[in-house]
C-alpha cells in the first residue's frame, strides 16, 4: 500500500513542478511588492512592475500569497489576486499596436486599391464618353450628309423631271411644226403645176 502511495506520489511530481514554473503575470493595475515571505508582515525586498512577467513558484494556503521568481532573478512572495494567468497588457501591447499597425496598413492598402480601381473605371468610363460623344458626331456628320445627298437628289430628280418634259414638250412643238409643215406643202403643192399650165395655154392663145 506504501509503494502504491509513493508510486502515485512520484508519478505526480513532474506535472506538479511543472504546474509550479508556468509563467504568471502581474496585473496591469497594480503596483506589487515583493515580501520575504508569504505575507505582508515579511520585509520587502522590492517591487514588480504591473505587468511584468514572473514565475510561479508556490502558493500558500493561509495567507494565499505566492512565491514568484521575477526577471532579475529575485525570488519572494506577492499576493495572489496580484497574478494572472493571460498575458498582462503591458506584454501584449507591442503586439497589438503591430496588429492595428498592420490592419491600418491593411485598410491603406485596401483603401488605395479601391481608388485605384475607382480612378481606373474612371478612366474607362471617360474614354468611352470621349468614344461615344467622337461617335455621334460621326453620326451627325454622317446625317447631314445624306440630308445634303438627298437633297441634291431630290433637285436632279427636279431638274431630270423639268428637262424630260422640256423635252416633251419640244418633241411635242416640233412634231406639230413638222406636221403644219407637211400638211401646207402638201396642200401648196397641188396647186403650183395648175399655174404653169394656165400660162402655157395662154402663151399658145
Not at 18 to 25: D, I, P, S
Not at 43 to 58: F, H
Amino acid at each position: 500500500m506504501k509503494s502504491k502511495l509513493l508510486l502515485v506520489l512520484l508519478c505526480s511530481l513532474p506535472w506538479h513542478g511543472h504546474a509550479l514554473a508556468a509563467t504568471r503575470y502581474v496585473s496591469d493595475n497594480v503596483y506589487a511588492y515583493l515580501h520575504a515571505g508569504p505575507s505582508n508582515q515579511y520585509r520587502i525586498l522590492g517591487s514588480i512592475n504591473a505587468g511584468e512577467p514572473v514565475e510561479y513558484l508556490d502558493r500558500n494556503t493561509d495567507s494565499q500569497y505566492v512565491q514568484i521568481r521575477d526577471g532579475e532573478g529575485r525570488t519572494g512572495w506577492i499576493e495572489g489576486q496580484f497574478l494572472q494567468s493571460e498575458e498582462s497588457f503591458r506584454v501584449r501591447l507591442p503586439a497589438l499596436t503591430q496588429e492595428l499597425e498592420q490592419a491600418r496598413q491593411l485598410l491603406a492598402d485596401a483603401d488605395q486599391r479601391h481608388a485605384d480601381d475607382v480612378a481606373d473605371k474612371v478612366r474607362q468610363i471617360d474614354s468611352q464618353q470621349q468614344e461615344l460623344d467622337r461617335l455621334n458626331a460621326q453620326l451627325d456628320e454622317l446625317s447631314q450628309s445624306h440630308e445634303r445627298i438627298a437633297a441634291e437628289n431630290r433637285r436632279l430628280s427636279g431638274l431630270m423631271d423639268d428637262k424630260e418634259h422640256q423635252m416633251r414638250l419640244d418633241w411635242l412643238v416640233n412634231g406639230g411644226l413638222v406636221a403644219g409643215i407637211g400638211a401646207l406643202v402638201g396642200f401648196l403643192l397641188p396647186l403650183i403645176p395648175l399655174r404653169r399650165r394656165r400660162r402655157q395655154d395662154r402663151w399658145m392663145n
